[in-house]
Every structure is written in C-alpha cells, then in structure tokens.
C-alpha cells in the first residue's frame, strides 16, 4: 500500500498514474454527501443539540419575561444553530466532492482530501477481508481489513475508514450509493486476483532455453 501527494495532474480522475497494460477501472464513485454528514460528521446530533441549547434559552427567557424576551434571546442561538449545521453540511460536502474512489482489476485507489489531496493504493492481493454495512437507502461502507503490517495513519484517514478500529485502520469507501453492487465488484475483482498465477522468470533452462514457472 502507498500514497500519492497529487500536486501534479492526475491522468484521469482519481488516477494519479497510468494504468499497466491489462489493469481496468471497475468502478468509480465518491460517498454521498447525505449520508457522510450524518454517519461520519454525526450531522443529526449536532443538530439535536443546538435546538436543545435554543430551547433552553428560550424556555428560560420565556418564563421570565414572556414571548418577546423569548424571541429576543433564543433567536441569536437559533441563528448560530443553523450556521454550525450549515458548516458541518458544507465540510461533508468537500470531503464528498474531493473523494473519488477507484476499484480496478488489481486494487482499490482512493484519492482522499479536500485541502491537501493524497491517494491510497491498496492491492487486492493485501486485502484480507471486506466488510460491507448498508443502510435500508441503499448507500453503505465497505471496509477493508488489510494484510502485513503496514499502518495507516487513522487521522489522515478518516472519515474514508471504518470507525472505532484505531489499533489497525481499515481503510474504507464511506457511504457510497449503491454499495451493494460496488461491494460485489470489489469481491469478484479480489477473487479473479487471487486465482490469477503470478508468472516469474526461473533460472535459464540448459539450451539457452527459458523455463516459466507459476508461483
């Protein structure tokens, strides 16, 4: 596994380098602003919070001067509400819209970042096991716990992992629509790479001739 800085331009989105002959992209997608907010920004408790805080404000001034004082305090909180949901939303966003994850034939790219862009390269052949979690809407987030050990950082991670694994990250395509089917084509392209022979060139055979062994 590896990381690119992508200062330089990419030769196709999400694809920091030209593919080697015989490797094909997939699939190609980037999460669901939606559902980021809300599974990995936790959009909904910070929302239920500060109409708790709005109410509390609002409640006391209420019992001590009536609907205007009411008014008068809470709608400052109210407004401040509003603008912390709006900053929570706005950062899920450009998290979405700077994410584009990639499953080829070989591996999973993910380009990841929204102020300082970097791609993760992870081969199929280090992927152990894939955990899907999908959500009745049909979006979902596909976790791979990988082989060797090779550490990804969790900070720089996150939210492209799958939560609460901090002893060994697993990196992950978060909230991503359709994730059943994007679940089935990350299985089937590791299981066609598995059952691929790795071809290595054995010593020169007696007669100049080239012996071809499968590992």
Avoid at 55 to 62: D, E, H, I, V
Avoid at 195 to 213: E, H, K
Wanted: net charge positive.
């Amino acid at each position: 596994m590896s990381g690119h800085d992508d200062f330089a331009f990419d030769v196709a989105p999400g694809i920091p380098a030209p593919l080697p002959k015989g490797e094909e992209v997939l699939w190609q997608g980037r999460p669901d602003t939606g559902a980021l907010a809300r599974e990995a920004f936790k959009i909904r408790w910070i929302a239920g919070y500060m109409a708790l805080i709005v109410l509390w404000k609002a409640g006391l001034a209420l019992a001590e001067g009536g609907v205007l004082l009411s008014l008068a305090r809470g709608l400052p909180y109210l407004v401040l509400a509003f603008a912390a949901v709006a900053v929570v939303w706005l950062l899920a966003w450009a998290q979405a819209r700077s994410t584009v994850y990639t499953i080829t034939s070989s591996r999973v790219l993910m380009k990841i970042g929204a102020a300082l862009s970097v791609t993760y390269n992870i081969p199929l052949t280090q992927v152990a096991t894939a955990r899907a979690e999908i959500t009745p809407k049909g979006t979902g987030t596909i976790a791979m716990e990988t082989l060797g050990e090779t550490r990804l950082a969790y900070v720089a991670l996150w939210p492209h992992l799958r939560p609460g694994h901090m002893k060994k990250t697993q990196p992950a395509l978060r909230c991503v629509p359709e994730a059943a089917k994007v679940a089935r084509i990350l299985a089937e392209a590791a299981e066609s790479r598995l059952a691929m022979p790795v071809i290595s060139r054995s010593s020169p055979a007696p007669m100049g001739a080239d012996a071809v062994a499968a590992e």
